[in-house]
């Protein structure tokens, strides 16, 4: 169906095309809960069964890089949602602003994602890639605090006196991590496409008060990624967390 | 316009402009987004899967002829019925009637020009062809032998067939569906013409909405879950290995989470196909409207609660076991409503028997048997004994295909002169469908007795006493066979020289009557305007029927 201004062919008003944008996002944002909700149950069957895998696994997560990823993504949903005000009030020149703005933090997020990604690798927590969870207390790195590696020493084996299987089990454990992150990651890198096709449109003007309606559902979509993580964050890095 | 199913003749022209020679060439097609080229899209890729599920089924069919198996080796025949099942459930029972005559009919039942979102609609075609392309790759690259349930370990760890591409394929196929749900609860929420309310709706219209839940909330279970399996498989992880302290009961447990209410979304939209064929041939509106509409979203809804009831002989605990037997016969009361309501229609009404009647009627009985032998299956104690045997296939081939498939073909048959602006020859046709009613039963039936008998499923070969019952099937099959080439003849004979239909050969009710067969692009010239209730036969003139007057039909649901 062709689009004549801003009214595709197949709806009489504008207002019956933004009402079916709008539900569609909603619902397809449903059925991504469900995608992500078959991983969640997972992992819940899995920390049920193996609590001291699960335990030491979380905490051998950096809390920092996590927590910074956590703000990260919260100030980019802010600013996406400033995006969305900006196009909905005819603010036309701040809309790229805002926009640029969320792409940076975004790309914060993987890069800080990549970052941790490769700290697991050099420690062999990558499952079917010579996993070994004592791998790094063995073979410290010059960098490595000598009370961490003690601690995490004590860790392991009070969790292999408790579990025998810790290594097999919190392989698990890893591997829902990086299923659960890497797919979160994936929406983002998706999303990220997304902002930026919003990007060249309204460096265009082709964003009004009258029709900003891909702005608002790329915005829930946003939105919707930062709730997973949210959910994701606490799971993984803060249950059975040490902080002392 | 007068009309029984026999007069048209040489009345009616084509439209000189339809949606079909509006634009020529290929990339006219396969980059249309008109929801009715895209629905004749599907039906070629669909019909080619039938065909694929169907050779697989014949062999089949020819290997059990001997009780040592007569074909194959027992390696290749865990293979013949691995490709049938996935072939058939996948890519044909899935998508059919939703992708066919759901995208083609939606948008004309409620008045609308398109579905809500047209471009998506031709992407899920592309998303159905790829997964499809993955699914052929691993059939013709040492084929799938795990069964369609892929029930790990075997199908994460032990089988040397090839999964990967299969699982990825329908991991692919899923969004295909997924998309084609959204598309159409929005479009039933917010395309409606006029004076289109939800209790004007047709039911067949009804019946897609609830079918277009259950692939919104299932079927992204079923992606993740053969996700997991896939990735299980190619990077050793152990989510369902015992050795690295996995479950294989957890993969059983998430995949039947949507494959049982993907059982719902086969039958749902035959469902709703019946419900529009039933009121036409019995000229009397449907009985109990209401109750049909509501009894579809509660299929759907308790749909949801039932899976576990393909767990029972897993080991589970007794009062899960329970729980899900009893949920399992309440799940068949909305089904049953339906069943008693479609009777209810018929009962005092001028009852034609053309093609499409005959598939209704068969679906009514064929689908009541096999709804009442799931209701055996649900009793727990006698799932015990009936478990993996030839009483489960019997039961959800009566459904799935004396239901499901009896349904699209009524349908299409229903709907041929609207799609094609030509009639099928009738003869032939009713002759096809009373062939097809004899095949299936011949095939089927021996089944249950096989199943009762304790003929497992999934084994190459059998003890000599099933010989009988199994060489019944076989010939059965063959008739079963013939019964399905007969329309693919017709159908496409009918194309070039079948009579031509007219606006509303039977008549019928519906908005989809009231524009030309086959319709313009946009569907309708003029936005229509609904003032009138669904399955009225007594206050249309146009219909040219000769009924008697009587008082404008009670609307379904209040005042609205």
């Not at chain 1, 975004?106 to 990549?114: E, S, T």
């Not at chain 1, 929406?187 to 082709?206: A, D, E, N, P, Y």
């Not at chain 1, 702005?215 to 990624?225: A, R, T």
């Not at chain 2, 992407?123 to 062809?129: E, F």
Request: charged share 10%; with cysteine; aromatic share 16%.
């Amino acid at each position: 169906m062709h689009r004549t201004g801003d009214l595709f062919g197949q709806y009489q008003t504008l207002e019956q095309q933004k009402d079916s944008a709008t539900l569609g996002m909603w619902l397809f944002l449903v059925t991504e809960i469900l995608f992500f909700g078959g991983m969640f149950l997972t992992y819940t069957i899995n920390r049920r069964a193996f609590p001291t895998a699960f335990g030491v696994g979380g905490n051998m997560l950096d809390l920092t890089l996590g927590t910074a990823n956590t703000l990260v993504l919260i100030v980019s949903s802010f600013t996406m949602a400033m995006s969305v005000w900006t196009a909905q009030t005819a603010r036309k020149k701040l809309v790229p602003v805002f926009l640029i703005l969320t792409l940076i933090l975004g790309c914060a997020f993987l890069g800080i994602k990549v970052i941790e990604y490769k700290q697991k690798f050099d420690h062999h927590l990558v499952p079917s890639l010579n996993f070994d969870i004592s791998y790094r207390v063995n073979h410290p790195a010059p960098g490595d605090s000598p009370e961490e590696i003690a601690k995490e020493k004590k860790e392991i084996a009070e969790g292999l006196a408790a579990d025998p299987d810790l290594n097999a089990h919190a392989q698990l454990y890893f591997s829902l991590y990086f299923g659960m992150t890497g797919l979160h990651a994936l929406h983002m890198i998706v999303g990220v496409g997304l902002i930026t096709w919003l990007l060249v449109k309204s460096l265009k003007g082709r964003f009004s008060a009258t029709y900003n309606t891909p702005v608002e559902i790329i915005g829930l979509y946003w939105h919707f990624v930062d709730i997973v993580w949210i959910f994701l964050f606490p799971l993984l890095y803060l249950i059975n967390r040490h902080l002392g | 316009m007068s009309g029984t199913s026999s007069s048209p003749g040489n009345e009616y022209q084509l439209p000189r402009e339809h949606y079909i020679n509006a634009t020529y060439g290929i990339r006219s097609w396969l980059l249309t987004t008109d929801h009715k080229r895209i629905a004749l899209l599907y039906l070629a890729v669909v019909t080619f899967f039938f065909f694929l599920g169907g050779i697989f089924a014949a062999m089949i069919r020819i290997h059990l002829l001997t009780p040592e198996g007569a074909l194959v080796s027992p390696e290749t025949y865990n293979k013949l019925f691995t490709m049938h099942g996935v072939a058939m459930i996948f890519f044909f029972l899935i998508p059919s009637i939703p992708a066919i005559l759901g995208n083609f009919l939606i948008p004309i039942m409620i008045g609308a020009k398109d579905v809500a979102f047209p471009r998506l609609n031709l992407m899920s075609w592309y998303i159905y062809v790829i997964g499809g392309c993955f699914v052929l790759y691993s059939f013709f690259t040492g084929g799938l032998d795990t069964g369609w349930t892929f029930y790990t370990p075997l199908s994460s760890i032990y089988s040397n067939s090839a999964v990967t591409p299969a699982v990825l394929g329908i991991f692919i196929n899923g969004f295909s569906s997924i998309l084609t749900g959204v598309n159409f609860v929005v479009t039933i929420h917010t395309m409606r013409a006029p004076g289109m309310t939800w209790f004007r709706l047709p039911l067949f219209v009804w019946s897609h909405y609830a079918t277009s839940l259950i692939f919104i909330l299932g079927t992204p279970v079923v992606a993740i879950t053969l996700l997991l399996a896939g990735v299980e498989r190619m990077f050793h992880l152990g989510f369902f290995n015992p050795a690295m302290g996995g479950d294989p009961i957890l993969f059983q447990h998430l995949f039947w989470f949507y494959s049982h209410p993907a059982v719902y979304i086969m039958i749902l939209p035959a469902m709703g196909v019946i419900s529009e064929i039933i009121p036409t041939f019995a000229r009397r509106p449907i009985f109990g409207y209401s109750f049909v509409a509501a009894s579809s979203i509660g299929i759907a809804v308790i749909g949801f609660l039932v899976w576990a009831h393909h767990l029972f002989v897993t080991g589970q605990a007794t009062y899960s076991a329970l729980a899900f037997s009893f949920l399992s016969y309440v799940v068949a009361i909305p089904s049953a409503v339906k069943v008693f309501n479609w009777t209810a229609t018929l009962y005092k009404g001028s009852i034609s028997y053309d093609t499409p009647m005959l598939y209704a009627l068969g679906f009514l009985g064929l689908f009541t048997i096999g709804g009442l032998t799931g209701l055996f299956l649900a009793c727990l104690g006698l799932d015990i004994n009936l478990h993996d045997t030839y009483f489960v296939i019997a039961h959800f081939h009566y459904i799935m295909v004396g239901g499901a498939i009896m349904g699209y073909l009524g349908g299409l048959h229903f709907w041929w002169p609207k799609i094609t602006g030509r009639l099928y020859p009738e003869f032939l046709a009713r002759t096809a469908a009373i062939i097809l009613f004899i095949g299936f039963n011949l095939t089927f039936f021996p089944q249950f007795l096989l199943g009762y008998l304790g003929m497992p499923r999934r084994y190459h070969n059998y003890p000599p006493e099933f010989q009988v019952l199994n060489v019944l099937s076989s010939a059965g099959a063959s008739i079963l066979a013939i019964g399905y080439l007969l329309p693919m003849v017709y159908f496409v004979w009918s194309m070039r020289y079948g009579r031509v239909a007219g606006p509303n050969p039977w008549p019928s009710t519906g908005l989809e009557w009231k524009t030309a067969s086959p319709p313009p692009t946009e569907n309708f010239h003029e936005t229509p305007v609904v003032d009138w209730e669904p399955y009225d036969f007594v206050n249309r003139p146009d219909l040219g029927l000769a009924v008697k007057p009587a008082p404008h039909l009670a609307p379904a649901h209040g005042d609205d």
